[in-house]
Each structure stands twice: as structure tokens, then as C-alpha cells.
């Protein structure tokens, strides 16, 4: 089974403070997404990367930036967290090719205060 | 720009009766992918199941089955003999055809009753 690992399930963060949230997919997939989980707003997409150092900006990039370093882990950042980026943080990847299925994290709840 | 729409945030059904949930979308594309995703308390999305949207036949997995509506642009989950573990916001996605980026829904939460 495909296993997607966020580092943490809950993170706490003081406003201004520079987050980092990290994932981990162990099936060797080419793309990763991060996605941002909010009640009555379901799920949109923050960035996406389908190779190695190559990100792309989702639909809702503003104040966040990513990293690729290296094939299976994909990093998100918060450079100046604020108050309205709590919320639920998904992370998700997916082999390339048509209907590839997305494997999800567990998810991190993020409180910035 | 895609949009899928879940028009009922909250549905329930009685353990062993059977549920639908909506889910329509807009899109101008012919070729699509359709996808309901589950998301238990424990809070990981697994795939339910997909969609072609070449595909005239209606995808089925189990107790799970979709109603495909091509020309309505509607794709609705039927739950056949609902179990307590059934319980989960369902979300219906859209992935165009190649892009490999899904657009979700915004969720429908069903309680299945003892």
C-alpha cells in the first residue's frame, strides 16, 4: 500500500513564525499536492510539483511557498504564518498518467495564534 | 474554470437502507475524470470509487455504484446496505483529462443510524 506520511497530525504556531509542514510518499510517485481542508470550503489546492525541484502554484498559492528536493518528500512553508492560514493541510501524491488515483496524508491541523 | 458542487452538506441514512448523494460539476471538456473520495474521523481520504467520462457504463465497486449523467453533468454516489463504517464526509472531484489536478467539491457529511 501506498503510504503518504505527514510529519505532524497537530501543530500549534505563533503568528509571524515561518512553518514548515513535511511529506513523505513512499511509492516512488512523481507528482505530490498540498491541499488545504477548511469546513464548508472542502478542499483546494495550494501547489502541486509533478517532478523534482518543479512546483507549480494551485489556486490558492498567496502566502505560501513549497520545496522539492528530493523525489519523495515535499515540504510546505508558511514564510510568515498568519491567523487565517488555520486550517487542515492535506498532502497528497499521485503516480503520473491518466486517473491516477491521489494517495492522502493523515493531514495536519495547523492553529496559528 | 471546473466547479463541482455537493448541494446537500449533510445527509443520513439508516444502517442497511440505501443513500444518494449529489454531485454535479461544470466543465466544457469531453474528457474527464470523476472521482468520489471518503473521509472517515480518522481523517485520511481514500478513494471510493471513478469515473471515465468516455465511459457510458456505470462504475461500481462493492455497495458503492455512481450514476453517471453525461449530458446532465452529474455524477451521484448510491451507498447500497449502509454500514456504520460508512459513516465520513464524502467529497466528489473532477480531474481534467491530463492535468492530474483535482477540484473538489466541498463535502457531504453522512451519519449512518443504528
Known amino acids: 500500500d501506498v503510504k503518504v506520511t505527514q510529519s505532524s497530525r497537530y501543530l500549534v504556531k505563533r503568528t509571524g513564525e515561518k512553518v514548515f509542514l513535511e511529506c513523505v510518499q513512499d511509492?516512488?510517485?512523481?507528482?505530490m499536492f498540498w491541499y488545504r481542508q477548511d469546513p464548508g470550503l472542502g478542499l483546494r489546492l495550494i501547489y502541486f510539483?509533478?517532478?523534482?525541484?518543479?512546483?507549480e502554484k494551485g489556486d490558492i498559492p498567496e502566502g505560501y511557498s513549497v520545496s522539492r528536493e528530493k523525489k519523495e518528500r515535499f515540504s510546505l512553508i508558511l514564510e510568515s504564518a498568519s491567523t487565517n492560514q488555520t486550517s487542515m493541510y492535506l498532502c497528497?501524491?499521485?503516480?503520473?498518467?491518466?486517473?491516477?488515483?491521489?494517495?492522502f496524508g493523515n493531514g495536519t491541523r495547523l492553529t496559528v495564534t | 474554470a471546473q466547479t463541482v458542487t455537493q448541494s446537500q452538506p449533510e445527509m443520513s441514512v439508516q444502517e442497511a437502507e440505501t443513500v444518494t448523494l449529489s454531485c454535479t460539476y461544470d466543465?466544457?471538456?469531453?474528457?474527464?475524470?470523476l472521482f468520489w473520495y471518503k473521509q472517515p474521523p480518522s481523517r485520511q481520504m481514500i478513494l471510493v470509487i471513478r469515473?471515465?467520462?468516455?465511459?457510458?457504463q456505470n462504475a461500481t465497486e462493492n455497495r458503492f455504484s455512481v450514476n453517471f449523467q453525461k449530458a446532465a453533468k452529474s455524477f451521484s454516489l448510491k451507498i447500497s446496505d449502509s454500514q456504520l463504517g460508512d459513516a465520513a464526509m464524502y467529497f466528489c472531484?473532477?480531474?481534467?483529462?491530463?492535468?492530474?489536478?483535482?477540484?473538489f467539491g466541498k463535502g457531504t457529511k453522512l451519519t449512518v443510524n443504528p
Open positions: 469515473q471515465e467520462a468516455y465511459k457510458q
Open positions: 466543465t466544457s471538456e469531453s474528457d474527464y475524470y
Open positions: 472531484a473532477y480531474d481534467l483529462g491530463g492535468s492530474e489536478k483535482l477540484v
Open positions: 511509492m516512488d510517485h512523481e507528482n
Open positions: 497528497a501524491s499521485s503516480s503520473s498518467g491518466l486517473n491516477s488515483p491521489l494517495h
Open positions: 510539483s509533478y517532478d523534482v525541484k518543479m512546483k
